[in-house]
């Protein structure tokens, strides 16, 4: 089946590997709008031999991510049969051990609102909390998608092939050696058998047949793991024709496929194609926050300075936790947590800005270091001199968009923040997009070979994906409006109610911190997908083998 995935970020590569371990016969094009990717783009011809014979390297940017046990469970598990084959470590991602809530003016811990982690991964099947930075998370599935192309059970499934097709090589030769000796009798005989011309015509058929054969062999050896990944970069997609599918980009050319997923982010004109309307972010009213600011800062920096080492804790107990600093009556909330293997610190901070009129999201407005002084001018005197230390900061709007009642239309589909844009507050909006992209490429495994009911089984099958994956995003969409410590919104009894008839959630709305996070980690996509998959498609459907390859720790 040939696919476009338009965005080559974490939902788009997600997609493009749960695809290709789905099913190793899906063509597969990424369309990225950065033209970093033409600096090492694959061929114009799709490679032959492997899905992605062209290694591609990250240009990702941005800040630290949360990896939450809802997908560290099949993302960065190490036993096959459990993992995608991530390895965390390797990474430098971050275990996380707790989250500590401390008083913005003194710093003082705040014991009885902290959580631990410690157990997550005996409580949550396997799944850890991982601090990442975003460029190693992305390049970690990007080197995924990379090496994807003989993953285990893959290479098993092509021996077989070619033990199947030396077999027919070897009757081959038994059929020719056949003909040689009828033409060699026929050549030996007096002339005298009214059946020689005969004999030679059955002769000449077999002869036919062999070489019907042969071009069958070889047309064989030229479709075996015809499939592939290939990343094309430069290519803005400005519009879409769901019921073809077709998508067309800004140099007016136009491209079509069986399928088409949108995964480029909360800017995505996917979602006016597929609603038939557009769909316009909106500000939060008060007392919601409305505005980020990001930046990072190396730890040896605050390390070196002996205003700042109070920060570092003597028993590195901060190097395993995210802190917060919430200022409930003033809007405004502090957090951060290292990545990149401790090297690094990752600050957000959140707040009500009512000069904030924005009305499109950009994450990479330059901020002055003054302004975000002045927003926490009263906070502690000790956290301040730290944030003095950043170089390069970042602020955007906190924009909302609401859950939307369906996330595909005929043959284009949505994925990631094109169909869920989420506030950073539970840090789930990069899971969520993970969790798409592994259910949408289960949901698309088995045989999907092309004929004239090829399009009814796709729509069949994003239906599907949509039972698994639209509740629950939509819930923790909504959710994600206000903090993990907060009371959590009254909208969100709608989708709650659906996901307990589904039987997926059985503790009615979340009252208290710990409650939210039973539901964001406990959920587990993988389960979903199985059980809808045996369900709807085939009582006996399994995950294909060699889906979850894991990795050898070192």
Not at 64 to 85: D, K, T, W
Not at 291 to 304: D, G, M, N, V
Not at 425 to 440: C, F, R, V
Request: with cysteine; charged share 30%; aromatic share 6%.
């Amino acid at each position: 089946m040939d696919i476009l995935i338009v965005g080559a970020g974490l939902s788009g590569l997600t997609t493009a590997l749960s695809l290709r371990r789905a099913n190793s016969s899906h063509r597969i094009t990424i369309l990225e709008r950065s033209s970093s990717y033409n600096q090492s783009s694959s061929p114009s011809s799709p490679p032959s031999s492997s899905p992605s014979s062209t290694e591609y390297k990250s240009h990702e940017i941005g800040a630290a991510i949360n990896v939450p046990p809802n997908i560290s469970r099949f993302l960065c598990h190490p036993l096959p049969g459990r993992g995608l084959g991530l390895d965390p470590i390797k990474q430098k991602f971050v275990k996380s051990e707790g989250m500590l809530v401390l008083d913005w003016k003194t710093h003082e811990e705040l014991v009885e609102k902290g959580l631990d982690h410690s157990r997550c991964e005996e409580v949550w099947e396997g799944g850890a909390l991982w601090y990442a930075h975003r460029v190693d998370l992305h390049g970690g599935l990007l080197g995924l998608v990379n090496g994807g192309g003989n993953v285990e059970g893959e290479e098993e499934e092509v021996k077989g092939k070619e033990k199947e097709e030396e077999k027919e090589r070897d009757s081959l030769k038994e059929k020719e050696l056949k003909v040689k000796v009828k033409v060699e009798e026929r050549n030996l005989g007096d002339g005298e058998d009214d059946s020689e011309d005969g004999e030679g015509e059955d002769g000449n058929g077999e002869e036919q047949e062999e070489k019907k054969s042969r071009k069958n062999v070889k047309k064989s050896d030229s479709n075996k793991r015809k499939g592939w990944v290939k990343i094309e970069g430069g290519k803005e997609v400005v519009a879409y024709n769901p019921s073809k599918p077709s998508l067309t980009l800004s140099s007016d050319q136009t491209l079509t496929a069986d399928l088409i997923i949108a995964a480029d982010g909360v800017h995505s004109r996917a979602p006016d194609y597929v609603l038939g309307h557009p769909l316009e972010p909106q500000m939060l009213p008060d007392p919601k926050l409305n505005t980020c600011y990001r930046f990072l800062i190396p730890t040896s920096e605050i390390a070196k300075d002996p205003e700042t080492q109070f920060f570092l804790d003597t028993d590195k107990k901060e190097a395993k936790v995210c802190r917060l600093w919430p200022d409930v009556e003033g809007k405004r909330r502090l957090i951060a947590y290292r990545c990149r293997g401790g090297e690094i610190f990752n600050f957000v901070v959140m707040l009500r800005d009512e000069e904030n009129t924005a009305k499109r999201e950009d994450w990479h407005a330059p901020v002055s270091k003054s302004e975000v002084l002045s927003k926490l001018s009263d906070f502690h005197p000790g956290l301040l001199k730290v944030i003095n230390k950043a170089t390069d900061l970042k602020r955007w709007p906190l924009l909302y968009r609401p859950p939307i009642p369906t996330w595909h239309k005929d043959r284009l589909v949505l994925v990631g923040d094109a169909a869920h844009p989420m506030l950073p507050h539970h840090g789930q909006g990069g899971a969520q997009a993970i969790e798409d992209g592994l259910a949408l490429g289960l949901c698309l495994s088995g045989n999907l070979s092309p004929s004239s009911s090829l399009s009814a089984e796709i729509e069949h099958r994003l239906k599907l994906y949509e039972k698994i994956r639209r509740n629950r995003a939509s819930a923790i969409q909504v959710l994600s409006n206000v903090g993990i410590d907060e009371q959590p919104p009254k909208e969100l009894e709608e989708y709650l109610r659906e996901e307990e008839e589904e039987g997926w959630w059985r503790g009615g709305v979340p009252s208290n911190m710990k409650e939210v996070i039973e539901f964001e980690y406990g959920s587990d996509v993988v389960g979903r997908t199985i059980k809808t998959m045996q369900e709807e498609v085939d009582e006996g459907w399994e995950v294909p083998r060699g889906f979850f390859p894991g990795f050898e720790r070192e």
